[in-house]
């Protein structure tokens, strides 16, 4: 079993990236999937996060209107489209997926499977 986050990179602000998170030895499509960030000295942050099957998402805050989720179950693969990114972006991304669906996604707790993290940095 494995999710193998990758994409990230140095970007200047304003710049774009995308990251992707192709899972391995589980049924990817019947989990959900979540994006988190963490910073150093700080608490991981959520990101955005993505049904199954893909008809709802949603994004924390600090990301709304910039970043966007996506996924392709067939390809076994989630998205992350990041643009506009600014320095306060800067973090490891990583990528988890639940199979059960619950009311604190947002929180990181009770994921299944995470991946390795990808960095992103983004100079201004």
């Known amino acids: 079993v494995q999710l193998q986050a990758s994409g990230g990179g140095l970007v200047q602000a304003g710049g774009s990236l995308r990251l992707s998170c192709a899972a391995s030895?589980?049924?990817?499509?019947?989990?959900?999937m979540g994006w988190f960030r963490q910073a150093p000295g700080k608490e991981r942050e959520f990101v955005s996060a993505?049904?199954?099957?893909?008809?709802?998402?949603d994004y924390g805050d600090s990301v709304k209107g910039r970043f966007t989720v996506s996924r392709e179950n067939a390809k076994n693969t989630g998205y992350l489209q990041m643009n506009s990114l600014k320095p306060e972006d800067t973090a490891v991304y990583y990528c988890?997926?639940?199979?059960?669906?619950?009311?604190?996604?947002?929180?990181?707790?009770?994921?299944?499977?995470w991946g390795q993290g990808t960095q992103v940095t983004v100079s201004s």
């Open positions: 993505i049904t199954s099957t893909g008809d709802i998402t």
């Open positions: 030895g589980f049924s990817f499509s019947t989990y959900h």
């Open positions: 988890a997926a639940i199979w059960i669906w619950r009311n604190d996604y947002r929180r990181g707790t009770g994921y299944d499977y």
